[in-house]
């Protein structure tokens, strides 16, 4: 089966002006249309997402599990993807106590945080792909070779977002990996939130930004044609 991936990219209207309206031109070349894609199953049983949050004087770390996921290749070139996140499989692996661990985990799939009973469901969506660009510096996996623009949809919010990543064709097999932060208060996260003066003159704040990473694996036979 074929796939039809569009690649959405903002076009600008100019309002009579030359140079604007070079700008709208150039920018709906943007708009890639890719035909005959080759759209392959993300497996989700070697796949994962880490997260760190931390706060004065400590952190904690967990993962979430993908639900599903594929990856778009054309020419040989990967081209696109998407993976959905399962909100409500967040795990704490920094606790050992298991009291500890459940309040900690209850805690985040409550409204404060995540709220997974109302927004089960993330979304993570590639809209480009570029050779990564070694000049710059960032927390960030080793030896990237490529940079990842998507747009990252959590509690029902998107933002776009873009991080360096190591993609790599082997053993018959697409493998991916990536670090990078974001901050949650843009997708309505804002428990203890550093910008709370209280919670600040108290030490009880909990940092903004909250380090992701992220594994993927998807096995070229799983390709559809």
């Known amino acids: 089966m074929r796939y039809l991936f569009i690649l959405s990219i903002i076009t600008l209207f100019g309002c009579g002006s030359t140079e604007n309206q070079q700008s709208s031109s150039s920018e709906t070349k943007k708009n890639v249309i890719i035909e005959n894609a080759d759209t ?7 796949s994962v997402i880490t997260w760190i949050g931390s ?3 400590g952190q904690n770390d967990g993962a979430f599990q993908i639900s599903e996921g594929f990856i778009l290749m054309s ?17 704490v692996m920094s606790i050992i106590d298991p009291d ?9 799939l409550s409204e404060d945080f995540f709220d997974a009973d109302s927004f089960p469901q993330g979304q993570f969506e590639v809209t480009n792909i570029i050779p990564y660009d070694s000049t710059k510096s960032e927390f960030m996996v080793d030896q990237p070779n490529k940079t990842i623009y998507g747009q990252l949809t959590l509690k029902g919010i998107t933002h776009n977002v873009s991080f360096p990543a190591t993609v790599l064709t082997e053993g018959g097999k697409i493998k991916s990996e990536a670090k990078f932060s974001i901050d949650r208060t843009l997708w309505g996260i804002t428990y203890r939130q550093e910008a709370s003066v209280i919670d600040k003159a108290k030490d009880k704040f909990i940092h903004d930004a909250v380090k992701v990473g992220f594994y993927l694996e998807a096995p070229l036979e799983l390709a559809a044609n």
């Open 40 to 46: 392959i199953t993300i497996d989700s049983q070697k």
């Open 55 to 57: 706060k004065p004087g």
């Open 75 to 91: 020419n040989d070139t990967i081209v696109g993807g998407k993976i959905k996140i399962d909100m409500t499989s967040v795990k």
């Open 100 to 108: 500890s661990n459940k309040k900690l985990t209850d805690h985040l």
